[in-house]
């Protein structure tokens, strides 16, 4: 019954049996993940348990009325998403090496005026791409504009957002990826879509 669920997910050769692994208890289905370095971690678990419903003696009702069949004995299952968190954590830090995806990213986008004449604008952007529920931060200092972009990268913020004459004018601001490729000017509404979009499909 197992095999046949697991066809029926996975696919026919989309999975293996591990012989020797089973718990006493009863089968289990191991999710492995490979990092960057081709490494195999265990990431989920799911297990069948038919040893703890019989040791706390776990009944319950079937709505039969024949004698002897009115209560019915569970199979517990174990599901375990994760395993260890802290172990999922370090799988993720080592395979996206400090570059996390937008989606994930603690440090998702720089705003840089290149003038203290644009702080507000820079501001007002900051505020509706928190409201809208990403993370963003206004580089404020006084260093030069060559500098705040190479802070930025440096800090594996996934965009920077340039802003100068041209973009308040507009209500826009020009795009650069953490890699420093200039993606252009867009619109603050254009913006606010392509973040979202990134994070749907866990860019």
Known sequence: ALARAMDSFAGKGGWRVNPGDGAFYGPKIDIKVMDAMDRVHQCATVQLDFQLPIR??????????????????????????????????????????????????????????????????????????????????????????????????IAQYNLQLVVGKNEVENGSVNIRTRENKVEGEKKIDELVEMLKQMRKEHL
């Open 56 to 153: 706390f003696d776990l009944q319950y009702t079937t709505d039969s009325k024949e004698k002897g069949e009115q209560f019915a004995r569970p199979v517990m299952v174990h599901r375990a998403m994760l395993g260890s968190v802290e172990r999922m954590f370090a799988v993720l830090c080592e395979h996206y090496g400090g570059k996390w995806p937008l989606w994930l990213s603690p440090r998702q986008v720089m705003l840089i005026p290149v003038h203290a004449d644009f702080n507000d604008f820079c501001q007002q952007v900051r505020d509706r791409l928190h409201d809208e529920g990403f993370y963003a931060d206004v580089d404020l200092s006084k260093a030069t504009f060559q500098k705040k972009v190479r802070n930025a990268q």
